[in-house]
């Protein structure tokens, strides 16, 4: 498949993937992206996963016919990317494995390959391959310290490795367009390293770029602004849309009629968008996608084992663990004998930059009562205040 005259798309789609990085449900598959640059000298960017050696490779030489790769490009160690390095260099002895020294302390831990060429390259370095001139900048965290990416300057192409990448197949579209699964790919992989995502925009800002190359997903070519503006949003922690998320976590359905409640009061109150979700029974990737789309979140939940229920400490773990900042929260615990939710979340959410607690909490002692209510009402209203 052509990206440009000179460069090919030679990735493959899996639909076979249960589990991608080994947690993230993936309904419409995943991509590896792989590209070459066919020019004087040959680049390849990056290999796929371990399972798709014989497609890539075959899809490579469809492309080259009786011509041999000179350089492979790592953007990104991780096996999803790296996984058929030493397969390349089995096809193509004379191939020149480039990277920055942190790559091939991590090639050398998952594949050995110490005799394999090597090019060890610095930030902004770069590499001529005949017309095309590659552009190394490093990104490290994102998503591991290793990551460079490269912007080839003749065909005005940024190769983003794991940035603008989303979950889903590239042979299957997604009813949802791209913003859906390209947030929920870069809250759960990427959304603790915003600062360093933030660096590699800034970086990005000074190059002329017409067509972004990932790792995963589709080849974005046309209104790269609206990417851009997504991910300047997400890399700063900013709300993107205005509205609640209320996640709830029930045992006999008591703290998820209190949940359901308040997201009516809101519905009512014009509230621009209120998602309610059971945190036990949906994707968590997906609710952590959404907490950091909306600008307010509610949390319910019930007291366990004097913690809170599983489902709500791996939920705010998730979160902390990602810098989840800049929002405001309400609190809702139940608790028959002696309610400590709202202590435990607000001392995991203490850790939290600039997320602000309503003035209303709510403690409901087994089943909700009117005063409950009434106090569920105020929780809304002072929500709502956002909006008007
Ligand atoms: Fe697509 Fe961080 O690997």
Known sequence: MKVTNDIKYIGVNDHQVDLFEGQYIVPRGMAYNSYVIVDEKIAVMDTVDVRFGDEWISNLKAELGERKPDYLIVQHVEPDHSANIGRL????????????????????QFYGLGDARKLIVKNGDSLELGKHILKFVFAPMVHWPEVMVTYDETDKVL??????????????????GWACEARRYYFGIVGKYGMQAKNLLK?????DISIICPLHGPVLSENLGYYIDLYDKWSGYTPETKGVLV???????????ASLYVAERLKEGGCPKVKAVDLARSDWAENVEDAFRYDQMVLATTT???????????????LTERNYQNRKVALIENGT?????????????????????????????????????????KMAEELLAAYK
């Not at 089995?90 to 790559?103: I, L, S």
């Not at 996640?247 to 009629?257: C, F, I, N, P, W």
């Not at 366990?304 to 998730?318: A, E, K, L, V």
């Open 89 to 108: 260099i089995e096809e193509f002895p004379d191939a020149v494995m480039v990277g920055n020294a942190k790559t091939f302390a991590m090639i050398g």
């Open 159 to 176: 190769f983003s490795a794991d940035a603008f990448g989303k979950f889903g197949a590239n042979d299957v579209e997604d009813p949802e």
């Open 203 to 207: 970086a990005a800002a000074g190059l």
């Open 247 to 257: 996640a709830y976590t029930s045992v006999y359905g008591h703290t998820k009629e």
């Open 304 to 318: 366990y084992n004097m913690d809170i229920f599983p489902f709500m400490r791996q939920f705010i773990d998730h």
């Open 337 to 377: 004998w002696a309610p400590a939710a709202l202590k435990v979340m607000r001392e995991m959410l203490s850790k939290c930059k600039n997320v602000v607690e309503t003035e209303t909490s709510v403690t409901i002692k087994s089943a909700m009562t009117d005063e409950n209510k009434a106090a569920l009402d």
